[in-house]
């Protein structure tokens, strides 16, 4: 009984290792606005601050990154970001996106902290099989892959 009992300790310590990114790995990817293309996968949409590891939004995306807007890599994970000065509107797809950090935009679902996503749930998780073009603009946001656009316009 003991063992198993240890057994399960173990794995609860293990479960509780906190994300620990690493800010060499990461890089802003060059661009004249935040326009690009993102590669198939699981991805996040929504509001960014409260669903974020905390040490990939203060520490990569702050400290590393001085909170600039951008599209940010380490080659596994990838995040675009956007600072508003206004919520965000529904979507072309009939979602209303709450914006409560004035955060927005689009992350690798991994970067999902599962103790954040109990408490929040400003966005949706989309699992895109093509690659997926990004703008973000005055306007709004505009995510496009093949069979699939979503619209989101600034309110």
Do not use: C, H
């Not at 661009?31 to 293309?37: F, K, L, N, P, R």
């Not at 206004?86 to 970067?111: D, H, P």
């Not at 966005?123 to 690659?131: D, R, W």
């Amino acid at each position: 009984m003991a063992r198993f009992e240890n057994l399960i300790q173990s794995l609860i310590i293990e479960d509780e290792q906190p994300y620990t990114p690493t800010p060499q790995k990461w890089k802003k990817i060059p661009s004249s606005a935040i326009s690009g293309t993102l590669p198939p996968g699981k991805y996040y949409i929504g509001d960014l601050k409260n669903i974020m590891y905390s040490p990939i939004y203060y520490n990569i995306y702050g400290d590393a990154m001085g909170f600039n807007d951008g599209i940010y890599s380490n080659n596994d994970e990838v995040f675009a970001i956007s600072r508003l000065n206004s919520e965000v509107g529904t979507a072309s797809n009939g979602f209303k996106y709450r914006i409560n950090t004035g955060v927005f935009g689009i992350m690798s679902a991994s970067l999902i902290d599962p103790i954040k996503e109990k408490y929040n749930t400003p966005g949706t998780v989309y699992y895109f099989q093509y690659p997926i073009d990004i703008l973000f603009n005055k306007k709004g946001y505009k995510f496009v892959t093949k069979g699939f656009e979503l619209w989101i316009p600034r309110s």
